[in-house]
């Protein structure tokens, strides 16, 4: 018989925004859309910011424009950021099973996420890929989804054990050394 990790998994909102935002902030449109921005609106405005017009006062007034272009883009940034936030908290609340305390179940083949409403079985052979982050394990299911094991709730030597069983699967990993 195979040997199984078995993780006592208590949610809270709090850890499972945190995930949320990890995974937001890791997608590559959300990393690079703001040096984006801001390098076409430097660009469109290069010849002014260098002084080759000569105009002083057309250079005082481009000046203002990036400078206000740059003000709005950061408070539509801003509202953008804290809209997500509370869409994802409304959408985690509206899931009782996302609190659930879970009895999470690895093996070699598969992983068990069970609850008191639940039981959901995954198998390694579907999993997109495992993550090692400072704070967490996260099992990604697809490309933009992932499940946190949070490191500080392992017990024992269930650390070296998940990190034992993580290596040993032939999936894409990402695993601190």
């Known amino acids: 018989m195979e040997k199984e990790i078995i993780i006592v998994y208590k949610p809270t909102l709090e850890s499972l925004t945190r995930v949320s935002k990890h995974l937001l902030y890791s997608l590559p449109f959300i990393k690079f859309m703001p040096f984006f921005v801001l390098i076409v609106i430097l660009f469109n405005r290069f010849p002014q910011i260098m002084g080759l017009e000569n105009n002083l006062e057309n250079q005082n007034n481009e000046i203002l424009e990036i400078t206000l272009a740059l003000l709005i883009l950061s408070i539509v940034w801003g509202f ?9 908290k409304k959408n985690i609340l509206s899931n009782k099973r996302n609190l659930e305390t879970q009895n999470i179940i690895l093996s070699n083949k598969s992983y068990i996420q069970e609850g008191e409403t639940f039981k959901v079985e995954n198998f390694w052979s579907e999993t997109y890929q495992i993550r ?34 993580f290596n040993s699967l032939d999936i894409k990993k990402k695993l601190k050394s």
Do not use: G, H, V
Request: charged share 20%; proline share 5%; hydrophobic share 40%.
């Open 132 to 165: 090692e982050t400072k704070l967490w394990f996260l099992i990604y299911p697809n490309k933009f989804s992932a499940f946190p094991i949070i490191k500080s709730n392992l017990e024992d030597n269930q650390y070296q054990e998940l990190k034992t069983l």
């Open 80 to 88: 953008i950021y804290f809209k997500t936030l509370s869409t994802m």
